[in-house]
């Protein structure tokens, strides 16, 4: 079993436990396969050389991850096409692509770690007590080193959008 980080979220200000390791910027980012809304299944390694941010969401069905997803949606159209963002939840690809039709997310690649979490283990998003993903961000670059990391501390709580996208155009 991976590491456990007792306390390194709360919810609500109840803490809680993250299982797998704390990545660092310069760490390399770890490969995962997690599966597509036509439960195909998804890797890093489809983002070979591009900038890819990682947005990861407890649930899509809740309103900050609703907005976290809009927000890098809208901010996605802004960025030129080796820039790849992908969201990432514990959501069933089903309800990912309900959730995206209903909102028009075009730009964003929505994607679902709920088959086995191997995202949320090899990135240290798994929240032990639920089997949901905490709430972070990851800014990997073109050689597939991590640049960013933020861990939100509170998962009811909005990410530092301005400081991820602010990674992202510094790797342009």
Do not use: W
């Amino acid at each position: 079993m991976s590491a456990e980080r007792p306390g390194a979220v709360t919810f609500k200000g109840q803490p809680l436990t993250l299982v797998g390791p704390e990545l660092k910027p310069g760490d390399k980012a770890p490969d995962f396969t997690i599966i597509d809304q036509s439960l195909q299944p998804a890797s890093l390694k489809d983002y070979a050389g591009k900038i890819v941010l990682l947005s990861v969401v407890p649930s899509l069905d809740t309103s900050i991850c609703s907005a976290q997803t809009k927000r890098f949606n809208e901010e996605a159209a802004k960025l030129p096409e080796d820039v790849a963002i992908l969201t990432i939840s514990m959501d069933l690809p089903f309800a990912q692509a309900r959730f995206c039709g209903a909102e028009n997310i075009d730009r964003v690649k929505v994607l679902s770690d709920h088959r086995d979490a191997s995202f949320a283990q090899a990135y240290g998003t798994l929240v032990k007590e639920l089997r949901l993903e905490s709430r972070a961000i990851f800014v990997i670059d073109r050689d597939g080193t991590i640049r960013y990391v933020e861990y939100v501390p509170e998962i009811a709580s909005h990410p530092n959008y301005d400081a991820a996208l602010e990674a992202v155009k510094a790797l342009l």
